[in-house]
């Protein structure tokens, strides 16, 4: 028994397997040396992906041509997209291929986005048409033909497709990594999380510093073509790890399990659930004996959903009567849309460190020296510098000291860290206006109105709102990141991760959708407009004003949220007392 019991304790509990589908072994297999692979390889998407995103705006403005709002959308709706494609990619992972074989194509798929972009900036008959180097893009009439601009925009949404097979896998195979069953190990699982969002800005930041330099004052071409080879070294090395790294079986697709749970509640709409939850519907516990089956008790939230579960006659198909672990399940995903839609209007303001922030910097003055120039795009190294250094005096300090107050293993929990978040976010763009305000005063005053006209005001005044997004973000996007996969139930684990890559897309094409909104409707009946190609005589001012304004109001929604949102069971409690249950079984 002692034997069989020490042999037991060699396997994982949770259900994960090697990449040949045997059980594996907690020794040889997952933990941080697996995690390492992992963080390695997003150090270097990273650095592929912001290498492309954070200069993307000016490329398009200088290169092709493209005025404020026009290039400002562009590249919102891109990475709005490169959010949004994880929905897909989870699902293939989910119920087709696995998070390992859907993440390595995927991959692929992302390298071949990359190569061809490279191409793109580089070859003569691929690359817009240029006036000399003594010729400003402003003073610059050749344009890029319709073929030039079109493979251009093929190159990145290849890679927008490659990017919704590898975010919403590789972190969840990353936390896949720890067992929830170990204690040390889900004590891992919890530093794990905010790890992996300083591993991705420590990437992101190589990216703001060096790469934006390459491609502003040396060739684009190097620019693109330095993260693309960085890229192809991580899948190597990514590869090499496979021995290590545990894998979740595949189960049926979580959109389909979540739909039939939703067709069931509605085809019963009229039945009434009983008092006694025990009269539902539910499987026998030999269904969750086995390793990365889990058992979920009812709950008394959602309870139209307890329809799906209600016995009416005999059941015809599953898509008439679901067991209640199922539908608690699906109320666990639907419970989170309300969180979800609070967290688009912060994500949002992120847009605009990529597009409005960035345009601010090339009105002002960026000279250090006489021979040097800060690349206007250079200024998100202080987004990422102020994440990372905030992650690590959170994880270091403030969780352990607030922890001896309120004795939660987090410190505070994820709904009160995103709150932090979202106040910080206000706070950060009552300060964005004030200081657009003072540099259309100063460019006022100077009777600076043309187009191209410097004002003379040093790019420092533009580094408090770039830093303070980076302390937002410590507490809104980690914690937003951690609560989709954490409050997700087991199995549905990747589409909790596309959740959090869903509320970043969304908030990006409403980023395009508020920008082209406000700038169409100031310009009604003869008005000048907030927001025009010349930011010397535009009103972003108003405009932040205004997504002030807007964070306000869904800070109030947000609370009202939180305030009414139940967070789920862990895990390790729920396993105890379905032990206990089946132990009385075996009694009787």
Request: hydrophobic fraction near 45%; charge should be positive.
């Amino acid at each position: 028994m002692e034997y069989q019991r020490g042999a037991e304790q060699n396997f994982t509990q949770d259900g994960t397997t090697d990449l040949k589908g045997r059980r594996a072994q907690r020794s040889t297999t997952g933990r941080w040396k697996a995690c390492y692979y992992m963080l390695g390889y997003e150090v270097c998407e990273r650095m592929a992906y912001y290498g492309i995103a954070t200069n993307l705006v000016l490329y398009l403005t200088t290169k092709l041509h493209e005025g404020t709002v026009k290039s400002s959308n562009n590249v919102t709706n891109w990475v709005g997209t490169v959010w949004m494609t994880p929905l897909l990619g989870a699902y293939i992972a989910d119920t087709y291929l696995g998070r390992y074989w859907t993440f390595m194509i995927a991959s692929l798929i992302y390298l071949l986005g990359m190569g061809l972009l490279t191409l793109v900036v580089s070859l003569p008959s691929l690359k817009p048409p240029t006036c000399g180097k003594n010729v400003t893009y402003l003073d610059c009439e050749k344009r890029a033909s319709s073929f030039q601009v079109g493979i251009f925009y093929c190159a990145l949404y290849i890679i927008a497709i490659g990017t919704g097979g590898t975010k919403p896998n590789i972190s969840t195979m990353g936390a896949d990594q720890f067992d929830d069953f170990e204690p040390k190990e889900r004590a891992h699982k919890l530093t794990f999380f905010n790890w992996w969002v300083f591993t991705i800005f420590f990437g992101t930041l190589f990216s703001n510093t060096f790469l934006v330099y390459i491609q502003d004052t040396v060739d684009w071409g190097l620019g693109y073509g330095i993260p693309t080879l960085t890229l192809l070294v991580a899948i190597i090395a990514f590869v090499f790890g496979t021995p290590v790294y545990r894998h979740k079986p595949r189960v049926e697709s979580p959109f389909t399990r979540m739909a039939k749970v939703l067709v069931a509640a509605a085809r019963k709409w009229n039945t009434s659930v009983p008092v006694d939850s025990k009269e539902l519907y539910e499987l026998t516990f030999d269904h969750y004996a086995s390793p990365g089956k889990y058992r979920i008790d009812h709950s008394s939230s959602l309870r139209f959903l307890d329809k799906a579960a209600v016995r009416v006659g005999e059941p015809t198909s599953e898509w008439y009567l679901c067991p209640v672990t199922q539908v608690e399940q699906t109320k666990q995903m639907v419970k989170m849309i309300p969180v979800l839609c609070a967290t688009f209007i912060p994500s949002t303001l992120i847009a605009q460190t990529t597009t409005l922030f960035i345009k601010q910097g090339t009105t002002l003055v960026r000279s250090i020296g006489p021979n040097f120039e800060i690349p206007p795009a250079s200024l998100s190294v202080f987004f990422t510098i102020s994440m990372l250094i905030s992650l690590a005096v959170y994880d270091r300090l403030f969780v352990p000291f607030v922890r001896k107050y309120t004795k939660n293993p987090r410190g505070i929990t994820m709904l009160q860290r995103m709150t932090i978040g979202i106040i910080i976010h206000i706070i950060t763009m009552t300060i964005v206006f004030l200081v657009e305000r003072y540099r259309l005063s100063v460019a006022k005053d100077h009777g600076i109105n043309k187009p191209g006209q410097i004002v003379p005001l040093r790019i420092y005044i533009l580094l408090p709102q770039f830093a303070l997004m980076g302390v937002a973000d410590c507490f809104l996007e980690v914690a937003k990141f951690e609560f989709f996969y954490d409050q997700a139930p087991e199995g549905m684990k990747s589409i909790g991760t596309a959740y959090f890559t869903t509320s970043i897309g969304i908030g990006y094409f409403l980023s395009s959708f508020i920008l082209s909104t406000v700038a169409n409707v100031t310009k009604r009946n003869g008005h000048h407009g907030w927001i025009l190609n010349n930011l010397n005589v535009s009103h972003l001012d108003y405009y932040y004003a205004f997504s002030a304004i807007l964070s306000f109001v869904n800070f109030l929604f947000f609370l009202v949220v939180a305030k009414n949102f139940d967070y789920n069971v862990e895990v390790n409690e729920v396993e105890p007392e379905l032990k206990e249950d089946m132990g009385n079984m075996v009694l009787v």
